[in-house]
Each structure stands twice: as structure tokens, then as C-alpha cells.
């Protein structure tokens, strides 16, 4: 019996069923495909620096896409429970026990969730291989191959959508059990309440406060201001949740001057303004890390030709040690060689940078220093933005600590102490030998910029005195590289000779012992800028797709919106041409009520990008990284782009269930009295 039921449930609601479906389809394909994408990108690109950024990328757009996630199965079930309360009052009206309504829920919803999560997960499959093979096909420099999910991913996916299942289900539940049957069986909507103003004004408060607190994260290089993106989320939504509440109740005060004339567009959204809550907020998700962190990270990529070859001073960079110096005099008759004691210095980051002292630092440049004892130059090599001083503190903190030589796990591990222990601990002998004071901070491009970031292959110059003592045991120690070979070659000759010394250096040369911690010894300037600008595509496709990612979730949400809300708009139609009101002027309220929910999140996300571009130059400023017009010109861009395909779409579905919705309407004049 109870099978014939669940049978004929399912026949006689199949259009729920179908946008119940798609939704949980959607969300578990979305949640597999970024969920595999943040896992596999260590396992297939090969460079350490390129997987960290793609690990970035793909943990912020997993966190998105989960919020959404969850939402979206939330959104889909108790719309479907919603249409089918209805059948389940009277199930009880006519001596259905309780329990078993609530079985016979389950098990309908079960069998729609484990339908419908197969097929994402099978979905999501197919997309994972598909993007990965697109990627590998385009930057196989990068994508060096193509791997299956593996079975952490499936377990991770399956665990996240029950546990967004069970939550939902009983949350429903406990929703019915707290109503009678009466309204259980009631087929009208009701007005719903919107937020009072005084006690919900204390939200919007908060919601500035949050909002505040993040703006005065991000503004750093540290990693907590990827945290401020969260945060931000949290409080725009409650200054636009409980702020828009607010602000319709003040409406509502001044009749004659605004409500009164506007009654039915303000009505068509306050009336059902619990509802949308959950749609506002996925739409502000959506739109909010599209024009935020995706438009930046794009401007940032912009152009692609950021490596230029023409904009090096050198053709080649070699650190080598005394043992190759015959090698070295070999090449001054082929070449013009600039050859400059060095050292290799670790900064608490654990990246390595190139240690000069300032005499040599003024044969390059012919700069004067005038530095004493343990103090440093930092002189960042920027060739997009050379001469800007760098302010930010976190930079400062990681080049103040460090130690001379080459990478060690043990030494390594020294600076972090140091770091865990903070201020209390840097009067200790251990501290003093590894803490620097820093005259001067700022970019140039005197040896070329041999690096993605800033973190590494930085010019550390010391006061002469410090780095004679410091060089004389680097030069006796071996493997260790102690020479810097600045090297400029004779066009005709140019790549042979390139790939002589590259042949000598991997034989003969100063061999890398920790691979993955230490950053290389030689770099062909050439081959550099071709390798960055492949990195800055195949990030820059990244990218897109996520922002892809993010407007077809926008357009799907749209689609679930518009057509769950049909039967609605129908009774509507009904109801304003008996009252007169003449079908213009009856589309025209219907474009406003469907688009009003995404315009609304959509105007939020517009506004909070803008504060958060702002924060953004302020934080590339400190870092001495940032080009105002270049940057701006492309954000602008990005975010027009997108904003113009979001209202395109917005308004395509609005006229596409107008027509729907007047298109069969027969005869105007009749009207259906009740």
C-alpha cells in the first residue's frame, strides 16, 4: 500500500520532483567537482609555488560553493515539502498516524536524494575528467597529467549532502510538528512578517561591525584576510536581510509620500519576505565572491604579457660556488659576465633569497647605503613595478627573521620558534643570531625578477663587515652557493650556449637538496618569462571557471525561483485583471516582483565590491605591487561583464514566465468570480 502511494506521489508530482532532482543533482555535482579539483591539484601540477595558488583558489571557491550547496538542498527540499504539505495534512485529516506520514516522507525524499546524488556524483565525474583534460591539453607544463577521483572525494561528497539531508528533513519536521492541521491543509500563503525596527536594528548593527572587522583584516598579506571574506559575507547579509526589513517598515510610515503609490511593487517582496531570506542569500554568496575575489584575482592576472624578457637586465642568473670558478673565467671570452660574491639566505617563510653586500649592491646601481652591523636592505626585484617603497608589516616580519645559507628543515624550524614565542623570546641568544633590522624596504629591477611573489629571490643587502664574516664560512662550506653569475649573452649564439651551462650546472654543479623547500639556482631569463606567462593563463582559466561555475549557479537558482513560483503568479494574474488593472501594466509588476530578490542581492554584492576594491589597492599599495590604472580598468571589466550577463539572464527568465503566465489567458474581459 504504502509503495502504491509513493508511486502515484511521484507521478502526480513530477514537476516538483524534476526541480527537486536538479537542485540536489546540481549541488552534489558542484560540491564533487570542487571538493576534487582543491585535492588533485597537489597530486598533477607539478610545481610547488603553481599548486599553492591553485590550492587557494579551489579552497575559497570550495567554501563558496558549499555555502551554496547547502542552501540549495535546503532550498530544493522545503520547497517540495512546501507543495506537498498540502497531501500530507490530509493524509492525517483522514486517520494517517503521524509516524507514518513522516515514513512515508522520509522514504519519498530518501529515494530522491539517492537518485539524484548518483547522478551528480556521475555528472560531477565526468566534468572532473573533462576540466582536468581541457587543463592538460592547455598548460601541460602544469597539468602534467590526468588523474581519477579518488575514493576520499566520493566518501567527503556523500557524508556532506546526508548531513545537509538530515538537518533539513528534521528541521521540516519539527516545523510541522510545532503547527495543527489546520494550517497544514491551508492552501493561501501568508503574509509574512518582516524585521521590526529597534530590536532586529541591533543585526544591521552588528552586520557594520563584522563588516568593519574584515576591512581592517584584508589589508595585509597575511593569510587571516582570506578569513575576512567569510566574514564579510555574514555581515553584508545582515545589514541586507534585517536592513531591508527595517527599511520597509519606515516606508510604510510615510503613506502619502511613497507607499501608497508604490503599494504593490513594495507588497509583492515584503509579503513574502521570509521566504526570500534564504534566496538573497544565496544570490549575495554568489554574486559577492564573483565581483569580489574573483574580478581582483583576474584584474591582478591582466595583462598576460606581465613577464616581459625585454624588461630584464640579464639573460641568465647562475649562483655557483668556488669549485665551478674555472668554468666561470672559461665563459668571459663567450659572454659578458657579471660575476658577485653571494650568499643564500632563508627567510622565516622558508623561502630563499639572494644575500649581497653593499659595496658590491653599489657597483650595480651606485647607490649608498651606509648600513652598520646587523642592518639589511630589502630590495624586492619587481619588474612591472620597480622604485615603490613596500610598507606592508607582514613582509617586514618574514625578511627580519632570518639565517644565512641555503634551506634546513632544522634551521627552519629555529625561525619558527622564535616566531611562536613572539616578542618575549628575541632578547635570547638563539633570536639575536636571526633577527635583522630593516633600513629600507622597497622594489627594483636590478637582476631581474626571478619569481611569481614576493616572498623570495629578493635582494638582501648587509653593511660590508657583516656579510665579509658571514660569506667567509658560506664559502668554505660545501654545496653551498657562493658566487652570483649575472650573465648577458651574444644573440647568435644565445641558446646553445645556455644549454651548455645548464648541462654543466645539473653535472657539475651546486645540486638542490631539499626539492619542494628551495627555490633554484639558475634561471634562464627566456625560458622564465615564456614558463610565467603559460602559469598566468592556466590561472586566469581558473578563474573563469569559477566565475562560469558561479553564473550558471545564479541562472539554475533563478530557474528553480521563477518556475516553483508559477502557480502563484497565476492566482496573482487572476486576481489584478478582475481589479481592473490592464496587462502592461500587470507585466510590468511581474518583471519587478521576479527580478526584485536578485537585483536586490545583486545592487548589495555591487556595493560591498566596491569597499572591498578599495581594500584590495590599499592592500597592493603597502606591497608596492600595484598598477591603479591598469587595475581598475580591468576590475571595471570583469565586473561589467558579469553584472551585464547576471541582469541579461534576470530579466530573459522575468519575460520568459510573463509570457507564460499571460499567454494563456484567452479573453481579457472574462473574469472567474469565487
Known sequence: MLTKIIYKNFRSNLKNYILFFLSNIVASMELFVFRGLKEIVLQIVKDTE???????????????????????????????????????????????????????????????????????????????????????????????????????????????????????????????????????????????????????????????ILSVIAWFMFPSYEEVHYDAYFIWIIGGFLILTFGMGVLLEEIKKHEQFFYLKNVLQINQFSSKYQNNLMLLLMFFVIHFFALTYISTEISSLLPIEHYKAKNYPYDMLWMANTSEQKYIDSLAAKTKITEIPMMRVTSVSRDQQIGISESYYNKLTGKTLHLKNKQIVVAMQDQNHPNRIVKDRTFQENYRIMYTGRYSDDKSEELHSIVVKGKRNENSAQSKRHLYKIKKMYTENVIGQYTTNRWSESLIIFSDKYFEKEYKRIEQTKNEPSKLILIKFNQENKRNLWKEIRTYSTKHGTKIINDGNEQNIIYYTESFVKTQQTLLMFRLLSKVFILTALLLNSIFIMEIKVESEIPSYKKKQEFLRCMGMQKKERKALYLLEMQSVGMISLAASIFMSVIHFIACLLRMEKAGEVNKWNFTKYWLVACLGYIALELLVQRGFALYITRKIEGGLKDENKCIRS
Not at 599553492?52 to 530544493?76: C, E, H, P, W
Not at 500530507?88 to 539517492?114: A, D, N, P, Q, T
Not at 528534521?170 to 521590526?196: D, G, R, T, Y
Request: aromatic share 16%; hydrophobic share 55%.
Open 50 to 208: 603553481t599548486a599553492f595558488l591553485f590550492r587557494i583558489d579551489f579552497t575559497m571557491a570550495l567554501g563558496m560553493i558549499s555555502v551554496i550547496t547547502i542552501m540549495l538542498m535546503a532550498y530544493a527540499m522545503i520547497y517540495y515539502l512546501k507543495s506537498r504539505i498540502r497531501d500530507y495534512g490530509l493524509f492525517i485529516m483522514m486517520g494517517m498516524h503521524k509516524r507514518m506520514v513522516f515514513s512515508l516522507m522520509l522514504i519519498e525524499y530518501v529515494l530522491g536524494w539517492v537518485f539524484s546524488s548518483i547522478l551528480g556524483l556521475i555528472l560531477g565525474t565526468g566534468i572532473l575528467y573533462g576540466i582536468q583534460f581541457l587543463l592538460h591539453k592547455i598548460a601541460p607544463l602544469y597539468f602534467v597529467r590526468i588523474v581519477m577521483a579518488n575514493l576520499n572525494i566520493y566518501v567527503y561528497s556523500i557524508k556532506f549532502s546526508i548531513g545537509i539531508m538530515i538537518f533539513t528533513f528534521f528541521a521540516v519536521i519539527v516545523w510541522i510538528e510545532n503547527h495543527n492541521l489546520s494550517s497544514l491543509i491551508q492552501a493561501e500563503e501568508k503574509i509574512q512578517k518582516c524585521p521590526q525596527k529597534g530590536y532586529w536594528t541591533i543585526a544591521v548593527i552588528i552586520g557594520i
